[in-house]
């Protein structure tokens, strides 16, 4: 079996039926769960998601991308420092970046003062954190792929003179 050809499918929609994939892919459903279930357990496959325009629900979810600045540990570099940050489970996503900030990180919660208080009390005092950056998502127009809403391009007509 094609393994890239079935991560392929699944990436794009995790809700494909295991016979429609078994289908597509020429092979038996049951060896369509196996090589599922060997990948999870692997942690090639870490889960399935569902894009959610938050926008369009009554629910209060506010964005923040935070920079944080940080100062590698002898014998352990970043990864002991990561590992102190993923671990709150207001953590969404994590990324070591190159660039001017050492990570990068997605949290999400109900209000900005909920947000600004998780990286007051609990983000900044990580040890070898130096400096944090929080940038408020306003809108986002698309995730993972996914055009969440169109933008309006207003059309505006030409003046014409003699």
Known sequence: MNQEQLLSLLEKNSRYDTKDLADVLNETEEHILEAMSEMERQKIICGYHTVINWDKTNTDKVMA?????????????????????????????????????EFMVIIYGKTMQEISEFVAMKLACVEY???????????????????????????ERLIVTP
Do not use: H
Request: glycine share 6%; hydrophobic share 35%; no cysteine.
């Open 129 to 155: 954190v130096k400096s944090t950056a929080t940038f408020f998502v306003l809108k986002q127009y698309k995730a993972d792929g996914e055009i969440l809403e169109e933008a309006e391009v207003k059309e």
């Open 65 to 101: 991308l935070i920079e944080i600045g940080a100062t590698p540990e002898r014998e352990y570099g970043y990864d002991r420092i990561a590992r102190n940050i993923y671990r709150y489970p207001e953590v969404d996503s994590m990324y070591l970046m190159s660039g001017t900030s």
